[in-house]
């Protein structure tokens, strides 16, 4: 049997309310920090790192250290804190998206460019009852929390013991635990735990088409949409086929590949076309022969992040 790790419901005494200031959310933003929050420190677009903050904690960094009493608690998010080097970062809010750049991997992990998509092709939306295996590390997971809050729920599944403890203990201290069941058992054997509730589900676990007849179970019976990821096209083929053979329509795979574009200052030569004066007329300001101009211009990149995985989409037509 699958055990149930459903997490507690953070909240605040109405009596306190006013004397209290809201509490850091990954699906609400806060404007001080407190402790007990969450904070992503930015040192540069490629040096980040997520801190607990706590009275009388210190964090070292290349910069020097930032302690936790003085520089972190009561300040604004996104203020800009010297360290003890004297050089400086920035302490951001926690999102989604700085979360999956940051967050501490147990498993291979689905980044932006996949979620977004996944997001938008399942038409999650504040409301939204979505059934999810496995849970990994949380990448998706939290960006699927954003978008079903502030009434929606995440019903999840892993099968690896502690990673589910451990999703749990993050969901609560993200305090986005109101908003998620986490549940330890095997989706395939056992399914999710609940029937006829999911707007949409998603499937990212070796083989997927063993658990295509679970998703349908737990799906609402005015359907909704499925989604399986998978690295490996023979599991794609496995899947589609279990999809097809449940009875859902409109199935479809692609892969996504991003490219990002480097943005850089550039000096160009001015030409010279001589003057725009008649011949007749002498000019007193004759352009330089080695004018030039800075302009702004993009360059594709030399490498880019190749296959990630396959994404398959179906609906599950209303009964």
Same mark, same amino acid.
């Given at each position: 049997?699958?055990?149930d790790?459903a997490?507690n419901?953070f909240s605040?005494?109405?009596?306190d309310?006013?004397?209290?200031?809201?509490a850091m959310?990954?699906?609400e933003?806060?404007?001080?920090?407190?402790e007990?929050?969450?904070?992503?420190?930015?040192?540069g677009?490629d040096?980040?790192?997520p801190?607990?903050?706590?009275?009388?904690?210190?964090t070292?960094t290349?910069?020097?250290?930032?302690?936790?009493?003085?520089?972190?608690?009561g300040?604004?998010?996104?203020?800009k804190?010297?360290?003890?080097?004297?050089g400086?970062?920035?302490v951001?809010?926690?999102?989604?998206?700085?979360?999956?750049?940051?967050l501490p991997?147990?498993?291979?992990?689905?980044?932006?460019?996949?979620?977004a998509?996944?997001t938008?092709?399942l038409?999650?939306?504040?409301?939204s009852?979505?059934?999810e295996s496995?849970?990994?590390?949380?990448?998706?997971?939290?960006?699927i929390?954003?978008t079903i809050?502030?009434?929606?729920?995440?019903?999840t599944?892993?099968?690896?013991?502690?990673?589910a403890?451990?999703?749990?203990?993050?969901?609560?201290?993200?305090?986005?635990?109101?908003?998620v069941?986490?549940?330890?058992?095997d989706?395939?054997?056992?399914?999710?735990?609940?029937?006829?509730?999911?707007?949409?589900?998603f499937? /990212?676990? @070796?083989? =997927?088409?063993? #658990?295509?007849?679970?998703? $349908?179970?737990a799906m609402?019976r005015?359907?909704?949409?499925?989604?399986?990821?998978?690295p490996?096209?023979e599991?794609?083929q496995?899947?589609?086929?279990a999809?097809?053979?449940?009875?859902?329509q409109?199935?479809?795979?692609?892969?996504?590949?991003?490219?990002?574009?480097d943005?850089?200052?550039?000096?160009?030569?001015?030409p010279?076309?001589?003057?725009?004066?008649?011949?007749?007329?002498?000019? /007193?300001? @004759?352009? =330089?022969s080695? #004018?030039s101009?800075?302009? $702004?211009?993009?360059t594709?990149?030399?490498?880019m992040?190749g296959?990630?995985g396959?994404?398959?989409?179906?609906t599950?037509?209303?009964?």
């Amino acid at each position: 049997m699958g055990s149930d790790l459903a997490s507690n419901r953070f909240s605040i005494d109405p009596r306190d309310r006013s004397q209290t200031r809201p509490a850091m959310s990954f699906v609400e933003y806060s404007e001080f920090i407190q402790e007990g929050d969450i904070a992503i420190i930015f040192l540069g677009h490629d040096s980040m790192m997520p801190v607990k903050v706590q009275q009388g904690a210190q964090t070292q960094t290349r910069y020097g250290v930032i302690r936790h009493s003085k520089d972190l608690i009561g300040q604004r998010f996104g203020t800009k804190v010297t360290c003890s080097k004297g050089g400086w970062v920035y302490v951001l809010h926690p999102t989604p998206e700085l979360w999956t750049l940051n967050l501490p991997h147990r498993t291979q992990i689905l980044y932006t460019t996949d979620i977004a998509n996944i997001t938008m092709m399942l038409e999650l939306k504040p409301g939204s009852v979505v059934c999810e295996s496995g849970t990994g590390s949380g990448s998706l997971s939290h960006a699927i929390l954003r978008t079903i809050a502030p009434t929606g729920h995440l019903h999840t599944v892993e099968f690896h013991q502690q990673r589910a403890e451990k999703a749990a203990e993050e969901f609560r201290e993200h305090r986005v635990g109101h908003l998620v069941t986490v549940r330890n058992q095997d989706v395939c054997k056992e399914g999710f735990g609940v029937t006829g509730v999911a707007d949409a589900v998603f499937l /990212d676990i @070796p083989s =997927p088409w063993e #658990a295509v007849k679970h998703a $349908k179970n737990a799906m609402k019976r005015q359907g909704g949409r499925v989604c399986s990821f998978s690295p490996c096209i023979e599991q794609v083929q496995k899947t589609v086929e279990a999809l097809a053979d449940e009875g859902f329509q409109e199935i479809s795979t692609l892969e996504v590949l991003l490219r990002v574009h480097d943005v850089r200052t550039i000096t160009l030569p001015l030409p010279d076309f001589g003057s725009d004066q008649p011949l007749e007329t002498p000019t /007193d300001t @004759p352009v =330089p022969s080695n #004018a030039s101009v800075l302009c $702004k211009t993009t360059t594709p990149p030399r490498d880019m992040a190749g296959h990630t995985g396959y994404l398959t989409f179906a609906t599950k037509p209303s009964v």
